[in-house]
């Protein structure tokens, strides 16, 4: 999900303008790469429409990469480095669970005892996941965990609150630190880019040739039954 930094004189516009492409992957279009490329340059003029910007205007793509669904993650990290090329402009890679943390101490202001544990679904019984506190300051490093009994022990003994699309697979495990499960909590462009922003000004750019996403797990691929 590559956002864009937009060019501007000041630094008011750069801070408050964001054109974010957000690139869907689904079995519909990315069976084929012509699919695929449709897709996104669609959503690309949609957004320069919205924004009142063109795509030669920014300086700069910050991306979602990950950890996150293989596919998505390749689909999203291709299109926004063939932007960087094209543009002759940086790559910023954002975290997505950074993300995630950032947008829902956004929308609730939890307590500064509470730590916050984004989780997303890593199929089996697997999850990816980071710990933060209410302040969004990392506290256990993203990673790919077991769901088991022995799950709770790589986080400290404090009250957590846990959010995301894996978060259903550790709520029967009903341990005493977990403080609730909210399901409402979505991550926006706009996340992306106050942590990409700070990055883009202390130059914290990705080599374009070496750069790949956040997989944080072996990807497994099965032959076509076909």
């Not at 409402?184 to 750069?211: M, R, T, W």
């Amino acid at each position: 999900r590559p956002c864009m930094i937009p060019k501007g004189k000041q630094k008011k516009t750069i801070k408050q303008q964001t054109l974010a492409i957000i690139i869907k992957t689904t079995k519909k279009n990315t069976n084929t790469k012509t699919k695929t490329n449709k897709h996104t340059h669609t959503h690309t003029k949609q957004n320069e429409q919205k924004t009142n910007r063109k795509i030669n205007e920014l300086n700069g793509v910050v991306l979602s990469a990950g950890p996150g669904s293989y596919t998505g993650l390749r689909v999203g990290t291709s299109a926004a480095k063939g932007f960087c090329v094209a543009l002759n402009i940086p790559l910023i890679a954002v975290n997505t669970l950074d993300a995630m943390a950032s947008a829902f101490i956004e929308q609730n202001q939890p307590d500064k005892n509470l730590f916050i544990c984004p989780i997303l679904d890593a199929r089996r019984n697997e999850v990816f996941t980071g710990l933060y506190d209410a302040d969004g300051n990392k506290i256990v490093a993203a990673g790919n965990l077991i769901v088991d009994e022995n799950f709770f022990s790589a986080f400290h003994q404090n009250e957590i609150l846990f959010f995301g699309s894996g978060a259903f697979k550790i709520e029967l495990l009903k341990n005493k630190f977990w403080k609730g499960f909210p399901d409402d909590v979505k991550p926006f462009s706009k996340n992306l880019h106050q942590i990409g922003l700070k990055k883009f000004k202390a130059g914290e750019f990705e080599n374009l040739a070496a750069f790949e996403p956040y997989y944080l797990k072996p990807v497994f691929i099965t032959q076509s039954k076909k």
